[in-house]
Nanobody, 118 residues
Framework: QVQVVESGGGSVQAGGSLRLSCTASEAVFHFSRMAWYRQAPGKQRELVASITEDGTPNYAYSVEGRSTISRDNYALTAYLQIDSLTPDDTAVYYC????????????WGQGTQVTVSS
């Protein structure tokens, strides 16, 4: 069973930055896409950013221009940095390791809390 572990969450003041990490337990990481989601209290989980196997990023409108998703295939780790944080960024952030084909799979981490205070 592939394990996915997020880290880097915490409390930060508005205007600050955070860098989240997501590390996979196996080399399947190399053939997988990675995505970051977040879920705020009382809201649905939403996609924040994703990155393909070859490093092509994609961002949600809510973070575009102030976030960077990246991956280090040697370290089996994906990163999400968000700058200019606002209280609206407060949520539990989840990492997903997935593949669409030929055999689809998806593995989730346990989440890491990000709290932004004004």
């Amino acid at each position: 069973q592939v394990q996915v572990v997020e880290s880097g969450g915490g409390s930060v003041q508005a205007g600050g930055s955070l860098r989240l990490s997501c590390t996979a337990s196996e080399a399947v990481f190399h053939f997988s896409r990675m995505a970051w989601y977040r879920q705020a209290p009382g809201k649905q989980r939403e996609l924040v950013a994703s990155i393909t196997e070859d490093g092509t990023p994609n961002y949600a409108y809510s973070v575009e221009g102030r976030s960077t998703i990246s991956r280090d295939n040697y370290a089996l780790t994906a990163y999400l940095q968000i700058d200019s944080l606002t209280p609206d960024d407060t949520a539990v952030y989840y990492c997903s390791l997935y593949r669409l084909s030929p055999t689809p799979y998806e593995y989730w981490g346990q989440g890491t809390q990000v709290t932004v205070s004004s």
